[in-house]
């Protein structure tokens, strides 16, 4: 019979232990409605994938300034946590299974009420330099779930979190820039966010969690391959 979602195995004593401290980190978050419904996660990943992400180093031209307000600008130099980069560092992989396992689809639903049935796993490595910023968007669409991550060591980085906005574009909230918090959000149409422009003294990485559904066609993208 075919499984509902697509899920991998993860069945090492790391894989587990993830697990079990994503499902306490979801159960602890922190929920808002200002200014629309999202949560604050705290400790989202292991220790040992923050290492990995931040000791990686992609081709220059991955580090992205201004880009006119939109990552798509940009496409084919955007970094992701594909079989490729799991195949090369088992700390990586293990953060995939995590996200990827029934156990966190299941936490994640029964935080927000968001179905990830017949939906993908993808993870993007955004790594930014002063100058960038976001216009207002609203992440709808084949994007199921969004889950933002700041994975900045800089000083100042704790002012460089994501501006939760309004339909007018105006920031109501700054997100968390913290590191290895959590921003997590259903998208729909009220769910306006972007990066103000603000100086950005160093590197602003982060990590881009999305689960997204069938007609997603940037497959090369995905952590595991396609939706079932």
């Known amino acids: 019979m075919m499984q509902t979602t697509q899920t991998r195995s ?42 990995a992400l931040v000791a990686w180093q992609p081709a220059e031209g991955s580090v992205a300034g201004d880009t006119g307000g939109r990552r798509e600008t940009r496409n084919g130099a955007r970094v992701f946590v594909e079989p490729g980069a799991r195949a090369r560092d088992a700390r990586l992989d293990v953060m995939a299974r995590m ?28 790594l930014d330099t002063d100058g960038f910023w976001l216009e207002p968007h609203t992440d709808i669409g084949a994007k199921k779930l969004t889950l933002l991550i700041p994975l900045s060591v800089h000083p100042e980085a704790e002012q460089w979190g994501t501006d939760l906005m309004n339909a007018a574009g105006e920031s109501v909230v700054r997100s968390s820039g913290r590191f290895n918090t959590g921003t997590l959000f259903v998208p729909g149409d009220d769910t306006w966010h972007g990066f103000a422009p603000r100086p950005i003294e160093g590197l602003r990485r982060g990590l881009i969690v999305n689960f997204v559904d069938s007609s997603w066609r940037a497959t090369h993208e995905l952590a595991f391959g396609p939706a079932i």
């Not at 156990?103 to 968001?114: M, P, V, Y």
């Open 99 to 126: 996200f990827d396992s029934p156990e966190a689809r299941a936490a994640i639903t029964s935080l927000c009420g968001t179905s990830l049935d017949h939906t993908a796993l993808r993870l993007e490595l955004s």
């Open 10 to 51: 993860c069945d090492t004593d790391a894989c587990a232990a993830a697990i079990g401290a994503f499902r306490t980190t979801v159960a602890t978050s922190l929920e808002s409605d200002i200014p629309f419904r999202h949560w604050t996660l705290e400790n989202v990943i292991p220790a040992e994938a923050c290492e």
